[in-house]
């Protein structure tokens, strides 16, 4: 079974302070991807990062950072020096390959709510 | 990165109603997803649109209830049938393009703006 769990339900900060949501995921397949989407207020979903099984180098991008290790089954996502328009509900989810019956399924966590304070 | 549209964007509806919602994207793709957003909640995969063929539904998903058709590789419709308050939710459809010949690689998945639909 693909399970992902997302332990912080919400998170508040103030502005500027550096934050890392947790994702720990669990899947049977060799071959898998993760993902991290961002939910603002309006509702859009926002892709931020996919990532393989294979790669496990840390990825940057700006102030966003990701932590992927297949060894503790997480996927952690740090956002540093955090902005008021960070403020969202973000998501971790997990893919199989095409090689496993459920390719292109994204399973959810349940989302961790960040609230950034000026 | 696909361009997906949503219609309608929200509605309210009666109890005992059906609903149609219509899932455009600007270029063809290869995979179509319809996912329920309950209130609060997660998102849930209510099931694969394939074109040219049934839809394959997930555990607790039927046809009867939220028939789909995916007429070309670029658009889908879902319907929430017979509603009840329990269906109000957001319902979000995504796609994902997997060119041949990818090794099996999972693309990026987008998702369009979904549809916030309340039921009286």
């Known amino acids: 079974a693909q399970k992902v769990t997302q332990a912080q339900t919400e998170i508040s900060v103030v502005e500027k302070e550096d934050v890392t949501l947790d994702c720990v995921y669990e899947?049977?397949?060799?071959?898998?991807?993760l993902f991290w989407y961002k939910q603002p207020p309006s509702g859009e979903l926002v892709f931020l990062i996919r990532?393989?099984?294979?790669?496990?180098q840390n990825e940057i991008s700006g102030r966003y950072s990701w932590n992927f290790q297949k060894s503790t089954s997480s996927f952690n996502f740090t956002i540093t020096a955090s902005q008021v328009v960070d403020s969202a509900v973000y998501f971790c989810?997990?893919?199989?390959?095409?090689?496993?019956?459920?390719?292109?399924?994204?399973?959810f966590g349940q989302g961790t709510t960040l609230q950034v304070k000026p | 990165s696909a361009v997906i549209s949503q219609k309608p964007s929200r509605d309210i509806c009666q109890r005992g109603t059906s609903l149609t919602i219509q899932c455009q994207v600007d270029?063809?793709?290869?995979?179509m997803f319809w996912y329920r957003q309950q209130p609060g909640q997660s998102l849930t995969l209510i099931a694969t649109?394939?074109?040219?063929?049934?839809?394959?539904?997930e555990s607790g998903f039927v046809i009867d209830k939220f028939p789909i058709s995916r007429p070309n590789l670029t658009f889908s419709t879902l319907t929430v049938s017979n509603m009840s308050p329990e269906d109000s939710s957001i319902y979000l459809c995504?796609?994902?393009?997997?060119?041949?010949?990818?090794?099996?690689?999972?693309?990026?998945?987008?998702f369009g703006p979904g549809t916030r639909l309340t039921v009286l």
């Open positions: 989810a997990l893919s199989a390959s095409w090689l496993s019956s459920n390719t292109g399924k994204l399973i």
């Open positions: 995504s796609v994902e393009d997997s060119p041949g010949g990818s090794g099996g690689a999972v693309d990026e998945q987008f």
């Open positions: 899947t049977r397949d060799t071959t898998y991807y």
């Open positions: 649109a394939n074109q040219g063929s049934e839809a394959t539904y």
């Open positions: 990532r393989n099984s294979f790669d496990e």
């Open positions: 270029s063809q793709v290869t995979m």
